[in-house]
């Protein structure tokens, strides 16, 4: 019986156990995902971390029995909101334009306020 011997994809050491099995345990598994899915330059990393942060002042400012609060753009700069990161825009009916960081959002109005919105629709 000719059995091919495998080696771990992440450490090189011998693999045992099923026939289909890549990793001599889950540290290593873990590892090997890690850096397969890791950004190399950082740029997306970068960016999602805005977008999350973003996500999480808008949160922090809309009240959860709220549905929409106005916010002074000193507020958002100050707490490090990046108005240029956002996951995507609506324009509804009126021709008003949202900005959107997942399923929070913020339109401008005037004198410097933002109206910040949550959508409970979760649509897209």
Do not use: W
């Not at 156990?17 to 397969?36: E, I, M, P, S």
């Not at 942060?53 to 916010?71: F, K």
């Amino acid at each position: 019986m000719n059995v091919e011997e495998k080696v771990c994809l992440s450490c090189g050491r011998l693999v045992r156990g099923r026939v289909d099995k890549k990793f001599c345990d889950d540290a290593c598994r873990n590892t090997y995902n890690n850096q397969l899915n890791s950004d190399s330059n950082g740029f997306v990393r970068n960016v999602n971390n805005a977008l999350r942060r973003n996500r999480r002042i808008l949160q922090e400012l809309l009240p959860s029995d709220t549905a929409t609060q106005h916010v002074p753009r000193k507020t958002l700069a100050d707490k490090g909101f990046h108005f240029r990161f956002f996951t995507h825009m609506y324009v509804n009916q009126n021709k008003d334009c949202y900005y959107y960081c997942y399923d929070y959002g913020y339109r401008p109005l005037e004198n410097d306020l933002f109206m910040v919105v949550r959508n409970k629709k979760n649509e897209v």
